[in-house]
Protein backbone atom coordinates (compact mmCIF):
# COMPACT_ATOMS: atom_id res chain seq x y z
CA UNK A 1 0.00 0.00 0.00
CA UNK A 2 2.37 2.57 -1.25
CA UNK A 3 0.46 5.45 -0.33
CA UNK A 4 0.24 4.79 3.01
CA UNK A 5 3.84 4.66 3.36
CA UNK A 6 4.39 7.59 1.96
CA UNK A 7 1.83 9.54 4.22
CA UNK A 8 3.23 7.89 7.21
CA UNK A 9 6.84 8.97 6.28
CA UNK A 10 6.04 12.15 5.80
CA UNK A 11 4.55 12.28 9.01
CA UNK A 12 6.62 14.36 11.86
CA UNK A 13 5.17 14.59 15.20
CA UNK A 14 6.65 16.60 17.89
CA UNK A 15 6.30 18.56 21.01
CA UNK A 16 7.93 21.71 21.61
CA UNK A 17 9.11 22.44 25.63
CA UNK A 18 10.50 25.69 27.43
CA UNK A 19 9.90 27.50 30.63
CA UNK A 20 7.62 30.29 30.45
CA UNK A 21 8.85 33.23 28.26
CA UNK A 22 11.76 31.34 26.51
CA UNK A 23 9.69 32.22 23.37
CA UNK A 24 7.46 28.68 22.39
CA UNK A 25 4.66 30.66 20.91
CA UNK A 26 6.90 32.95 18.94
CA UNK A 27 8.56 29.62 17.24
CA UNK A 28 5.78 28.05 16.70
CA UNK A 29 4.35 31.01 15.44
CA UNK A 30 6.66 31.44 12.64
CA UNK A 31 6.72 27.87 11.68
CA UNK A 32 3.26 28.33 11.29
CA UNK A 33 4.25 31.28 8.68
CA UNK A 34 6.46 29.09 7.11
CA UNK A 35 4.40 26.62 6.32
CA UNK A 36 2.12 28.73 5.12
CA UNK A 37 -0.49 27.88 7.60
CA UNK A 38 -1.19 31.24 8.97
CA UNK A 39 -1.06 34.21 7.56
CA UNK A 40 0.35 36.97 10.11
CA UNK A 41 2.16 36.96 13.29
CA UNK A 42 -0.45 37.39 16.57
CA UNK A 43 -2.66 34.29 15.16
CA UNK A 44 -1.97 31.39 17.25
CA UNK A 45 -2.31 34.10 20.77
CA UNK A 46 -5.45 34.97 18.91
CA UNK A 47 -6.65 31.40 18.10
CA UNK A 48 -6.42 30.94 22.10
CA UNK A 49 -8.91 33.54 22.36
CA UNK A 50 -11.52 32.12 20.19
CA UNK A 51 -11.16 28.77 21.94
CA UNK A 52 -11.79 31.10 25.07
CA UNK A 53 -15.17 31.99 23.95
CA UNK A 54 -16.48 28.12 23.00
CA UNK A 55 -15.31 26.50 26.15
CA UNK A 56 -17.14 26.88 28.86
CA UNK A 57 -16.03 25.11 32.52
CA UNK A 58 -12.83 27.33 30.97
CA UNK A 59 -13.95 30.22 32.46
CA UNK A 60 -10.76 30.59 34.47
CA UNK A 61 -8.98 30.51 31.15
CA UNK A 62 -10.82 33.68 30.16
CA UNK A 63 -10.77 35.18 33.38
CA UNK A 64 -6.98 35.06 33.19
CA UNK A 65 -6.07 34.95 29.53
CA UNK A 66 -4.29 31.76 29.90
CA UNK A 67 -5.12 28.14 27.94
CA UNK A 68 -5.42 25.67 30.68
CA UNK A 69 -5.46 22.55 28.00
CA UNK A 70 -2.82 22.07 25.20
CA UNK A 71 -3.54 21.46 21.74
CA UNK A 72 -2.07 20.17 18.91
CA UNK A 73 -1.68 22.09 15.49
CA UNK A 74 -1.28 20.27 11.63
CA UNK A 75 0.22 22.12 8.79
CA UNK A 76 2.52 20.74 5.59
CA UNK A 77 5.56 22.46 5.26
CA UNK A 78 8.31 21.31 2.57
CA UNK A 79 6.75 17.96 1.74
CA UNK A 80 6.55 17.07 5.65
CA UNK A 81 3.12 16.73 7.19
CA UNK A 82 3.76 18.30 10.83
CA UNK A 83 1.78 17.84 13.68
CA UNK A 84 3.08 20.28 16.26
CA UNK A 85 1.83 19.40 20.29
CA UNK A 86 1.42 22.19 22.06
CA UNK A 87 2.97 21.70 26.03
CA UNK A 88 0.86 24.31 28.14
CA UNK A 89 3.33 25.89 30.53
CA UNK A 90 2.28 29.21 33.00
CA UNK A 91 0.72 28.82 35.82
CA UNK A 92 -1.41 25.88 33.84
CA UNK A 93 1.38 23.76 33.61
CA UNK A 94 -0.23 20.15 34.61
CA UNK A 95 -0.12 16.99 34.20
CA UNK A 96 -1.50 16.95 30.63
CA UNK A 97 2.13 18.78 29.78
CA UNK A 98 3.73 15.75 30.64
CA UNK A 99 1.28 13.58 28.86
CA UNK A 100 1.36 15.35 25.75
CA UNK A 101 5.02 14.33 25.65
CA UNK A 102 3.89 10.70 25.41
CA UNK A 103 2.25 11.07 22.12
CA UNK A 104 5.28 12.73 20.39
CA UNK A 105 8.36 11.53 18.18
CA UNK A 106 10.65 14.20 19.20
CA UNK A 107 10.89 17.57 21.46
CA UNK A 108 12.19 20.61 20.65
CA UNK A 109 13.71 22.35 23.89
CA UNK A 110 13.44 26.22 23.88
CA UNK A 111 15.82 27.80 25.48
CA UNK A 112 16.48 31.58 26.75
CA UNK A 113 19.64 33.00 25.72
CA UNK A 114 20.21 35.14 28.42
CA UNK A 115 18.58 32.80 30.75
CA UNK A 116 19.93 29.36 30.14
CA UNK A 117 18.65 26.00 31.36
CA UNK A 118 16.05 26.62 33.86
CA UNK A 119 13.43 24.80 36.10
CA UNK A 120 10.44 23.44 34.13
CA UNK A 121 12.76 22.83 31.08
CA UNK A 122 14.39 20.46 33.37
CA UNK A 123 11.19 18.86 34.50
CA UNK A 124 9.81 18.49 31.00
CA UNK A 125 13.60 17.46 29.86
CA UNK A 126 13.42 14.39 32.24
CA UNK A 127 10.16 13.15 31.12
CA UNK A 128 11.90 13.38 27.31
CA UNK A 129 14.67 11.46 28.67
CA UNK A 130 12.27 8.77 30.19
CA UNK A 131 11.26 8.03 26.38
CA UNK A 132 14.46 8.30 24.80
CA UNK A 133 12.82 10.64 22.50
CA UNK A 134 15.36 12.80 20.08
CA UNK A 135 15.54 16.39 21.33
CA UNK A 136 16.80 19.06 19.38
CA UNK A 137 17.72 22.47 21.03
CA UNK A 138 16.99 25.74 19.80
CA UNK A 139 18.85 29.26 21.82
CA UNK A 140 16.56 31.44 21.18
CA UNK A 141 16.56 36.08 21.80
CA UNK A 142 20.35 35.87 19.94
CA UNK A 143 19.21 39.24 19.86
CA UNK A 144 19.55 40.25 22.89
CA UNK A 145 22.21 40.02 25.30
CA UNK A 146 22.77 36.69 25.74
CA UNK A 147 24.96 34.17 27.71
CA UNK A 148 28.48 32.90 26.47
CA UNK A 149 27.13 30.11 23.58
CA UNK A 150 29.87 27.85 25.10
CA UNK A 151 28.78 28.30 28.64
CA UNK A 152 25.41 27.75 27.60
CA UNK A 153 26.84 24.37 26.08
CA UNK A 154 28.36 23.13 29.10
CA UNK A 155 24.89 24.35 31.00
CA UNK A 156 23.09 22.15 29.03
CA UNK A 157 25.61 18.81 29.27
CA UNK A 158 25.77 19.16 32.79
CA UNK A 159 22.09 20.19 34.33
CA UNK A 160 20.53 17.91 32.20
CA UNK A 161 23.00 15.41 31.46
CA UNK A 162 22.57 15.22 27.40
CA UNK A 163 25.97 15.50 24.50
CA UNK A 164 25.72 18.89 22.71
CA UNK A 165 26.55 19.41 19.11
CA UNK A 166 26.32 23.34 17.18
CA UNK A 167 24.72 22.95 14.62
CA UNK A 168 25.29 26.93 14.01
CA UNK A 169 27.08 28.96 15.53
CA UNK A 170 26.02 32.21 16.85
CA UNK A 171 28.09 35.61 15.33
CA UNK A 172 27.55 38.20 18.44
CA UNK A 173 24.90 38.65 20.44
CA UNK A 174 22.25 41.19 21.07
CA UNK A 175 22.59 44.33 18.85
CA UNK A 176 25.83 42.68 17.22
CA UNK A 177 24.13 39.57 16.06
CA UNK A 178 24.42 39.06 12.33
CA UNK A 179 23.75 35.49 12.40
CA UNK A 180 25.11 32.01 12.55
CA UNK A 181 28.03 29.88 10.82
CA UNK A 182 26.13 27.26 9.55
CA UNK A 183 28.42 24.09 10.17
CA UNK A 184 27.64 21.20 7.99
CA UNK A 185 27.54 23.86 4.58
CA UNK A 186 30.73 25.37 6.15
CA UNK A 187 28.95 28.93 5.13
CA UNK A 188 28.41 32.16 7.24
CA UNK A 189 25.01 33.15 6.82
CA UNK A 190 23.86 36.80 7.88
CA UNK A 191 20.24 37.33 8.21
CA UNK A 192 19.22 41.00 7.01
CA UNK A 193 15.46 40.28 8.33
CA UNK A 194 13.01 39.23 6.94
CA UNK A 195 10.29 39.95 3.70
CA UNK A 196 7.17 38.80 3.53
CA UNK A 197 5.93 37.61 -0.13
CA UNK A 198 2.61 38.21 -2.16
CA UNK A 199 1.22 34.64 -0.60
CA UNK A 200 2.07 36.01 2.77
CA UNK A 201 4.82 33.50 3.41
CA UNK A 202 7.77 34.57 5.47
CA UNK A 203 11.52 34.25 4.81
CA UNK A 204 14.11 35.21 5.88
CA UNK A 205 16.63 36.67 3.68
CA UNK A 206 19.69 35.62 4.51
CA UNK A 207 23.36 36.64 2.66
CA UNK A 208 26.42 33.92 2.50
CA UNK A 209 30.19 33.91 2.56
CA UNK A 210 33.00 31.35 3.36
CA UNK A 211 34.18 30.86 6.69
CA UNK A 212 38.02 32.34 6.56
CA UNK A 213 36.95 34.29 2.76
CA UNK A 214 38.06 38.00 2.72
CA UNK A 215 34.23 38.27 2.29
CA UNK A 216 33.07 37.09 5.07
CA UNK A 217 35.01 40.22 6.43
CA UNK A 218 32.52 42.74 4.54
CA UNK A 219 29.25 40.85 5.87
CA UNK A 220 30.45 40.53 9.28
CA UNK A 221 33.31 43.13 10.92
CA UNK A 222 36.64 41.38 11.05
CA UNK A 223 36.29 41.52 14.62
CA UNK A 224 33.61 38.90 14.52
CA UNK A 225 35.20 36.79 11.74
CA UNK A 226 38.17 36.52 14.02
CA UNK A 227 36.08 35.47 16.72
CA UNK A 228 34.32 32.79 14.93
CA UNK A 229 37.39 31.28 13.78
CA UNK A 230 38.56 30.84 17.48
CA UNK A 231 35.68 29.94 18.10
CA UNK A 232 35.43 27.22 15.26
CA UNK A 233 38.49 25.99 16.18
CA UNK A 234 37.81 25.24 20.08
CA UNK A 235 34.43 23.64 19.18
CA UNK A 236 36.29 21.12 16.22
CA UNK A 237 38.87 20.13 18.98
CA UNK A 238 36.58 20.04 21.88
CA UNK A 239 33.34 19.10 21.11
CA UNK A 240 30.93 16.23 20.15
CA UNK A 241 31.19 14.62 17.19
CA UNK A 242 27.91 14.69 15.09
CA UNK A 243 26.39 11.23 15.47
CA UNK A 244 22.65 10.76 13.80
CA UNK A 245 22.40 8.02 15.87
CA UNK A 246 22.90 9.16 18.83
CA UNK A 247 20.39 11.95 18.35
CA UNK A 248 18.11 9.60 17.63
CA UNK A 249 18.71 7.95 21.20
CA UNK A 250 18.04 11.07 22.71
CA UNK A 251 21.80 10.92 23.94
CA UNK A 252 22.85 13.92 21.69
CA UNK A 253 20.91 16.90 21.19
CA UNK A 254 21.65 19.41 18.18
CA UNK A 255 21.78 23.00 19.22
CA UNK A 256 20.96 25.76 17.18
CA UNK A 257 21.20 29.54 17.70
CA UNK A 258 18.76 32.03 17.11
CA UNK A 259 16.14 34.14 16.82
CA UNK A 260 12.83 33.68 16.87
CA UNK A 261 11.10 37.12 16.79
CA UNK A 262 13.37 38.41 14.44
CA UNK A 263 13.21 35.28 12.22
CA UNK A 264 17.17 34.64 12.41
CA UNK A 265 17.97 31.28 11.85
CA UNK A 266 14.10 29.63 12.29
CA UNK A 267 13.91 28.31 8.98
CA UNK A 268 17.29 26.72 8.38
CA UNK A 269 16.07 25.09 11.66
CA UNK A 270 13.16 24.21 10.93
CA UNK A 271 14.72 22.27 7.85
CA UNK A 272 17.66 20.71 9.45
CA UNK A 273 15.49 19.99 12.66
CA UNK A 274 12.65 17.98 10.13
CA UNK A 275 15.78 16.33 8.39
CA UNK A 276 17.11 14.64 11.80
CA UNK A 277 13.82 14.21 13.47
CA UNK A 278 12.32 10.83 12.65
CA UNK A 279 8.80 10.00 10.97
CA UNK A 280 6.53 8.30 13.48
CA UNK A 281 8.00 5.60 15.74
CA UNK A 282 6.97 2.21 16.75
CA UNK A 283 5.22 1.87 19.83
CA UNK A 284 5.85 -0.80 22.64
CA UNK A 285 2.95 -3.09 23.52
CA UNK A 286 3.75 -6.18 26.04
CA UNK A 287 3.73 -8.53 22.93
CA UNK A 288 6.44 -6.42 21.25
CA UNK A 289 6.88 -3.32 19.44
CA UNK A 290 3.90 -2.09 16.76
CA UNK A 291 5.45 -0.81 13.71
CA UNK A 292 3.67 2.48 12.28
CA UNK A 293 3.62 0.98 8.76
CA UNK A 294 1.14 -1.60 9.76
CA UNK A 295 -2.08 -1.04 7.80
CA UNK A 296 -4.32 -1.88 10.56
CA UNK A 297 -5.41 1.00 12.62
CA UNK A 298 -4.12 1.27 16.70
CA UNK A 299 -3.91 4.68 18.20
CA UNK A 300 -3.92 5.51 22.34
CA UNK A 301 -5.61 7.84 24.28
CA UNK A 302 -3.10 10.64 26.14
CA UNK A 303 -5.47 13.18 26.94
CA UNK A 304 -9.16 13.72 27.35
CA UNK A 305 -10.94 17.59 27.85
CA UNK A 306 -13.91 17.44 29.87
CA UNK A 307 -17.31 19.72 29.02
CA UNK A 308 -16.70 21.67 26.48
CA UNK A 309 -19.89 22.06 26.55
CA UNK A 310 -21.54 22.27 29.66
CA UNK A 311 -25.41 21.17 29.04
CA UNK A 312 -23.95 18.37 27.51
CA UNK A 313 -21.30 17.11 29.48
CA UNK A 314 -19.25 16.20 26.94
CA UNK A 315 -15.57 15.21 26.60
CA UNK A 316 -13.33 15.15 23.84
CA UNK A 317 -10.75 12.04 24.17
CA UNK A 318 -7.60 12.83 22.07
CA UNK A 319 -5.38 9.97 20.58
CA UNK A 320 -2.53 9.50 19.14
CA UNK A 321 -2.47 7.30 15.98
CA UNK A 322 0.37 4.75 15.92
CA UNK A 323 -0.01 2.50 13.32
CA UNK A 324 -1.90 2.64 9.68
CA UNK A 325 -5.01 4.63 8.72
CA UNK A 326 -7.74 6.13 10.86
CA UNK A 327 -11.19 5.80 8.44
CA UNK A 328 -14.05 7.84 10.10
CA UNK A 329 -16.64 4.85 8.87
CA UNK A 330 -14.76 2.15 9.90
CA UNK A 331 -15.13 0.10 12.99
CA UNK A 332 -12.52 0.26 16.13
CA UNK A 333 -11.92 -1.86 18.73
CA UNK A 334 -12.03 -0.09 22.64
CA UNK A 335 -9.66 -2.78 23.95
CA UNK A 336 -10.04 -1.45 27.61
CA UNK A 337 -14.14 -1.69 27.12
CA UNK A 338 -13.93 -4.82 25.20
CA UNK A 339 -16.47 -3.10 22.65
CA UNK A 340 -16.60 -2.37 19.09
CA UNK A 341 -17.11 1.40 17.96
CA UNK A 342 -17.58 3.57 15.51
CA UNK A 343 -15.80 6.65 16.67
CA UNK A 344 -17.85 10.23 16.43
CA UNK A 345 -17.38 13.66 15.15
CA UNK A 346 -13.40 12.84 14.73
CA UNK A 347 -11.71 15.92 14.45
CA UNK A 348 -8.17 17.45 13.95
CA UNK A 349 -7.25 20.83 14.92
CA UNK A 350 -5.31 22.33 12.11
CA UNK A 351 -3.78 25.81 12.22
CA UNK A 352 -6.29 27.74 12.47
CA UNK A 353 -9.35 25.71 13.12
CA UNK A 354 -11.00 22.55 14.37
CA UNK A 355 -11.99 20.06 11.55
CA UNK A 356 -14.14 17.03 10.86
CA UNK A 357 -11.95 14.67 9.26
CA UNK A 358 -12.51 11.59 7.07
CA UNK A 359 -9.17 10.11 7.45
CA UNK A 360 -5.42 9.90 9.54
CA UNK A 361 -2.36 7.99 9.85
CA UNK A 362 -0.19 7.12 12.35
CA UNK A 363 1.47 9.89 13.35
CA UNK A 364 -1.49 12.17 13.75
CA UNK A 365 -3.65 13.50 16.65
CA UNK A 366 -7.41 13.09 16.21
CA UNK A 367 -10.23 14.09 18.80
CA UNK A 368 -12.96 12.09 19.17
CA UNK A 369 -16.64 12.37 21.25
CA UNK A 370 -16.23 10.61 24.46
CA UNK A 371 -19.85 10.30 26.20
CA UNK A 372 -17.59 9.03 28.80
CA UNK A 373 -16.04 5.69 27.52
CA UNK A 374 -12.60 6.20 27.62
CA UNK A 375 -9.86 6.92 30.16
CA UNK A 376 -6.05 8.33 29.99
CA UNK A 377 -3.74 5.19 28.29
CA UNK A 378 -6.79 3.52 26.43
CA UNK A 379 -6.27 2.11 23.19
CA UNK A 380 -8.22 1.51 20.37
CA UNK A 381 -7.47 -0.45 17.29
CA UNK A 382 -8.60 -2.23 13.91
CA UNK A 383 -10.98 -4.94 15.36
CA UNK A 384 -8.30 -7.35 13.78
CA UNK A 385 -5.79 -6.17 15.45
CA UNK A 386 -6.64 -6.50 19.36
CA UNK A 387 -3.06 -5.29 20.90
CA UNK A 388 -2.60 -3.09 23.87
CA UNK A 389 -0.35 -0.33 24.75
CA UNK A 390 1.24 0.53 27.40
CA UNK A 391 -0.39 2.80 29.97
CA UNK A 392 0.85 6.33 30.58
CA UNK A 393 2.76 6.76 33.76
CA UNK A 394 1.54 8.86 36.60
CA UNK A 395 3.43 11.60 37.03
CA UNK A 396 4.79 13.19 40.80
CA UNK A 397 2.16 15.79 41.69
CA UNK A 398 3.73 19.11 43.51
CA UNK A 399 1.20 20.76 45.71
CA UNK A 400 -1.23 19.07 47.85
CA UNK A 401 -4.20 19.94 49.48
CA UNK A 402 -6.60 18.10 51.73
CA UNK A 403 -10.21 17.57 50.67
CA UNK A 404 -13.22 17.79 52.56
CA UNK A 405 -17.03 18.33 51.25
CA UNK A 406 -18.94 20.93 53.47
CA UNK A 407 -22.10 19.39 53.63
CA UNK A 408 -21.97 15.81 54.47
CA UNK A 409 -24.94 14.90 53.08
CA UNK A 410 -23.40 15.19 49.70
CA UNK A 411 -21.12 12.57 50.47
CA UNK A 412 -22.19 10.74 47.11
CA UNK A 413 -21.97 13.58 44.56
CA UNK A 414 -18.26 14.54 46.60
CA UNK A 415 -16.69 10.50 45.59
CA UNK A 416 -18.60 10.68 42.41
CA UNK A 417 -17.03 13.91 41.11
CA UNK A 418 -13.61 13.72 42.45
CA UNK A 419 -12.68 10.17 41.57
CA UNK A 420 -14.67 11.22 37.92
CA UNK A 421 -12.20 14.34 37.61
CA UNK A 422 -9.18 12.27 38.84
CA UNK A 423 -10.17 9.55 36.33
CA UNK A 424 -9.73 12.53 33.45
CA UNK A 425 -6.28 12.83 34.96
CA UNK A 426 -6.58 16.49 35.76
CA UNK A 427 -5.81 15.64 39.26
CA UNK A 428 -4.41 12.74 41.54
CA UNK A 429 -6.27 11.49 44.55
CA UNK A 430 -4.68 10.19 47.58
CA UNK A 431 -6.19 8.83 50.86
CA UNK A 432 -4.03 7.09 53.83
CA UNK A 433 -3.45 3.44 54.03
CA UNK A 434 -7.02 2.72 55.77
CA UNK A 435 -8.65 5.92 54.77
CA UNK A 436 -11.94 6.49 53.28
CA UNK A 437 -13.48 8.55 51.19
CA UNK A 438 -14.22 11.56 53.46
CA UNK A 439 -10.97 13.32 53.07
CA UNK A 440 -8.78 13.24 50.04
CA UNK A 441 -5.40 14.60 49.62
CA UNK A 442 -5.41 16.00 46.08
CA UNK A 443 -2.34 16.46 44.32
CA UNK A 444 -1.46 18.26 41.40
CA UNK A 445 1.37 19.14 38.78
CA UNK A 446 0.12 22.91 38.63
CA UNK A 447 -1.75 24.79 41.35
CA UNK A 448 -4.53 26.44 39.15
CA UNK A 449 -5.54 22.60 38.67
CA UNK A 450 -7.08 23.40 41.86
CA UNK A 451 -9.03 26.28 40.97
CA UNK A 452 -10.45 24.00 37.83
CA UNK A 453 -11.59 21.28 40.58
CA UNK A 454 -13.22 23.20 42.82
CA UNK A 455 -15.10 25.25 39.88
CA UNK A 456 -15.94 22.28 38.39
CA UNK A 457 -16.96 20.57 41.74
CA UNK A 458 -19.88 23.13 42.42
CA UNK A 459 -20.78 23.40 38.90
CA UNK A 460 -21.29 20.03 37.57
CA UNK A 461 -21.18 18.29 40.69
CA UNK A 462 -22.98 20.91 43.12
CA UNK A 463 -20.67 19.98 45.51
CA UNK A 464 -19.30 22.98 47.82
CA UNK A 465 -15.57 21.91 49.37
CA UNK A 466 -13.08 23.09 51.36
CA UNK A 467 -9.42 22.61 51.06
CA UNK A 468 -6.85 23.16 53.57
CA UNK A 469 -2.98 22.76 52.10
CA UNK A 470 -0.26 20.70 53.30
CA UNK A 471 2.96 21.13 53.41
CA UNK A 472 3.96 17.97 51.17
CA UNK A 473 6.12 18.77 47.71
CA UNK A 474 7.04 15.13 46.86
CA UNK A 475 5.19 11.95 45.96
CA UNK A 476 7.37 9.34 45.60
CA UNK A 477 5.70 5.27 44.69
CA UNK A 478 7.39 2.10 46.18
CA UNK A 479 8.82 0.72 43.36
CA UNK A 480 9.01 -2.65 45.38
CA UNK A 481 5.04 -2.44 45.86
CA UNK A 482 5.01 -5.67 48.53
CA UNK A 483 6.66 -3.90 50.88
CA UNK A 484 4.26 -2.71 54.40
CA UNK A 485 4.82 0.74 54.22
CA UNK A 486 4.15 0.93 58.15
CA UNK A 487 7.42 -0.89 58.79
CA UNK A 488 9.24 2.10 56.93
CA UNK A 489 11.58 4.10 59.07
CA UNK A 490 10.93 7.63 58.06
CA UNK A 491 10.60 10.81 59.37
CA UNK A 492 7.31 12.03 61.46
CA UNK A 493 5.92 14.18 58.74
CA UNK A 494 6.24 11.87 56.27
CA UNK A 495 2.94 9.97 55.16
CA UNK A 496 1.96 6.70 53.54
CA UNK A 497 -0.90 7.05 51.66
CA UNK A 498 -2.25 5.32 48.20
CA UNK A 499 -3.17 6.67 44.83
CA UNK A 500 -6.39 5.85 43.08
CA UNK A 501 -5.11 2.20 41.60
CA UNK A 502 -4.43 1.17 45.23
CA UNK A 503 -0.74 1.58 44.12
CA UNK A 504 1.91 2.50 47.52
CA UNK A 505 3.30 5.89 47.80
CA UNK A 506 4.93 8.15 50.52
CA UNK A 507 4.46 11.99 50.77
CA UNK A 508 7.47 14.32 51.82
CA UNK A 509 7.86 17.78 52.88
CA UNK A 510 11.37 18.17 51.15
CA UNK A 511 14.03 16.12 49.58
CA UNK A 512 15.87 15.62 52.98
CA UNK A 513 13.10 13.72 53.95
CA UNK A 514 13.46 11.48 50.85
CA UNK A 515 16.93 10.88 51.84
CA UNK A 516 16.01 10.20 55.53
CA UNK A 517 13.77 7.46 54.11
CA UNK A 518 16.90 6.27 51.66
CA UNK A 519 19.47 5.86 54.45
CA UNK A 520 17.53 4.36 56.51
CA UNK A 521 15.70 1.95 55.10
CA UNK A 522 18.24 -0.43 53.19
CA UNK A 523 17.41 -1.08 49.63
CA UNK A 524 14.34 0.96 48.99
CA UNK A 525 13.68 2.33 45.99
CA UNK A 526 11.50 5.07 45.42
CA UNK A 527 10.30 6.15 41.72
CA UNK A 528 8.61 9.80 41.01
CA UNK A 529 6.51 8.55 38.91
CA UNK A 530 3.60 5.35 38.77
CA UNK A 531 4.30 2.56 36.47
CA UNK A 532 0.63 2.63 36.06
P1 LIG B 1 6.39 31.20 25.70
O1 LIG B 1 5.36 30.74 24.73
O2 LIG B 1 7.59 30.31 25.77
O3 LIG B 1 5.88 31.53 27.06
O4 LIG B 1 7.01 32.58 25.15
P2 LIG B 1 6.48 33.59 24.06
O5 LIG B 1 6.68 33.06 22.70
O6 LIG B 1 5.11 34.07 24.44
O7 LIG B 1 7.54 34.74 24.27
C1 LIG B 1 7.71 35.42 25.50
C2 LIG B 1 8.20 36.83 25.24
O8 LIG B 1 9.49 36.78 24.64
C3 LIG B 1 7.33 37.61 24.29
O9 LIG B 1 7.38 38.96 24.66
C4 LIG B 1 8.03 37.44 22.97
O10 LIG B 1 7.74 38.47 22.04
C5 LIG B 1 9.47 37.47 23.39
N1 LIG B 1 10.36 36.76 22.46
C6 LIG B 1 10.19 35.53 21.90
N2 LIG B 1 11.23 35.24 21.09
C7 LIG B 1 12.07 36.28 21.12
C8 LIG B 1 13.31 36.58 20.48
O11 LIG B 1 13.86 35.81 19.70
N3 LIG B 1 13.87 37.79 20.80
C9 LIG B 1 13.30 38.66 21.66
N4 LIG B 1 13.93 39.81 21.87
N5 LIG B 1 12.13 38.42 22.26
C10 LIG B 1 11.52 37.26 22.01
P3 LIG B 1 6.25 39.67 25.52
O12 LIG B 1 6.54 41.10 25.50
O13 LIG B 1 6.14 38.98 26.84
O14 LIG B 1 4.96 39.28 24.77
P4 LIG B 1 4.30 39.96 23.49
O15 LIG B 1 3.54 41.09 24.05
O16 LIG B 1 5.43 40.37 22.59
O17 LIG B 1 3.46 38.88 22.91
Redo the contacts with the bound molecule.
Keep these: MPELDEQIKRRRTFA ?1 I ?12 KFLLYGGAIAAA ?1 MV ?1 GKRNMKHAVSDWMEIEKQRGISVTSSVMQFEYDGFCINILDTP ?2 QDFSEDTYRTLMAADSAVM ?1 I ?2 SKGVERQTKKLFKVCVMRHIPIFTFI ?5 DSRDPLDLLEEIENVLGIQTYAVNWPIGSGKEFRGVYERTADRIAVFSGTSETTAGKYEAAAQYAALGDAAADELISPAQHEKLLEDMELLDGAGSEFDIDAVQRGELTPVFF ?5 N ?1 GVEPFLRDFLSMTPPPLSRRTPDGEIDPFDPAFSAFVFKIQANMNKAHRDRIAFMRICSGKFEANKEVYHVQGQKKMRLSQPQQLMAESREVIEEAYAGDIIGVFDPGLFSIGDTLCAPSKKVTFEGIPTFEPEHFRLVRQLDTMKRKQFVKGITQIAQEGAIQIFRDLEGGMEEVIVGVVGELQFEVLDYRLKNEYNVEVRMEPLTYEFARWLADQTIDPKKLDLTSDTRRVQDMRGNKLLLFSGEWNIAWAEQHNDGLELLDFSKG
Design positions: ISHPDAGKTTLTEGKGHVDANKMDRGSALTF
